[in-house]
């Protein structure tokens, strides 16, 4: 579906990854929906530690495990899901999954527990580790993203 190829980069620390999370963010709007894929502590909060920043957040982000959903911003809000704990798809259903796609941007961990309500048009990472506190993180968009996009992570990583 994506008309161009992932585009991957590598985060040598948390800072680092918080900071392309920070540079995703510059290209959202809402309706966004980010779907985050990765082992436990490959960095998925970290990633979106640096998108609330962006937003405007002013609480410390954490993952909202035992929540399932955080908010954060204030002109847009930043939805933060955490489905590790998911009971089923009617739980994330009772959630109001679609109500938060509609009115912010969703950044969703363990994304691959929702695949069959996912929107089509989103954002996909793969977040791994590759050794030490290197990630890399595979970013593919869905039709979301605008032209030239890749521009935004130009430089050193």
Not at 3 to 32: D, F, K, N, W, Y
Not at 95 to 111: K, P, R
Not at 112 to 121: I, T
Request: aromatic content about 6%; some cysteine; hydrophobic content about 40%.
């Amino acid at each position: 579906m994506s008309a161009i190829e992932p585009l991957v980069l590598e985060s040598r620390s948390p800072a680092a990854t918080e900071a392309i999370g920070e540079g995703l963010a510059a290209l959202l709007s809402p309706g966004t929906t980010l779907a985050l894929y990765g082992d436990l502590a490959a960095g998925k909060t970290c990633l979106v530690r640096g998108l609330a920043r962006h937003f405007g957040a002013r609480d410390a982000v954490h993952s909202p495990t035992f929540t399932l959903v955080n908010e954060y911003g204030e002109d847009v809000r930043l939805h933060h899901l955490d489905l590790y704990r998911l009971g089923g798809a009617e739980e994330l259903a009772d959630l109001g999954l679609e109500e938060m796609v509609d009115t912010g941007i969703c950044a969703i961990e363990w994304a691959e527990r929702a695949e069959g309500m996912l929107p089509k048009r989103r954002v996909e990472l793969h977040l791994e580790h590759a050794g030490g506190d290197l990630r890399r993180i595979r970013i593919s968009d869905h039709g979301v993203l605008p032209l030239g996009w890749q521009r935004q992570f130009d430089g050193p990583g």
